[in-house]
């Protein structure tokens, strides 16, 4: 049986964990310290390192420890991360016999050029471009790439629990609720928020079906998220422009306090 876990590290950044009691295979470990803490802690060997993008807050621990444990390095081909062993783009497939798992690899740039998605067990680890009812910020990509990355993740099975590398659901919530007020189940998702983060849980993973559902970045054709999108930018938006829409809206994200 596989248990995926979230080892903390830094303010809000999750190293997900998958392990079967015994191997364990870790999503973005941008710092060494907490995955070895863990690891002997719980008697698990690692059988690999999967990365999804360049930034220091998911790849700061690798060479530590690729060089402790010696296992593959899983991480984008258009990014320049070192100690990458085994770099990896849309269509590949990676085989991890210890956990006896498969995972497919998704390219869905934006956040930055090469970033990737995992995907596999009804899972996928998604970085920093879907976020618990928001998305990443737009770095090195254009605004087309990440809104089709977002469109591929909302194509995935409702039932696919979404693995984020950070806790920003109730900021991201606020901004929903600015998009959309009349959203109920948003209301729902705060409310559940809320209560999860003052018990100290995560509000991960959520589901396709539940940002499909309250994540205005995947709204873009919901006429208040239009509204809303259109009187922030000032224009006048029509439903049929999604770009329009989705570009109004990270703007707006990216003002909004
Ligand atoms: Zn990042
Ligand atoms: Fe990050």
Redesign the pocket.
Known sequence: MLDIIPIHAFQD?YIWTLHNRQHAAVV?P?DAAPVRAHLDAHRLKLAAILCTHH?G??VGGVRELAQVYNVPVYGPQLENISCVSHPVAEGDVIAIAELNIRLDVLDIPGHTRGHVAYLGMGAVFC??TLFGCGC?RLFEGTMAQLHHSLQRLASLPDDTRVYC??EYTEANIRFALACEPGNAQLKKRQAEARTLRAAGLPTLPSSIALEKATNPFLRCTEQEVIQNAGREAGLELASGNEMTVFTALREWRNRFS
Request: hydrophobic content about 10%; cysteine-free.
């Open positions: 950044n973005d941008g930034h807050d998911h970085g920093d990443g590398a950070h």
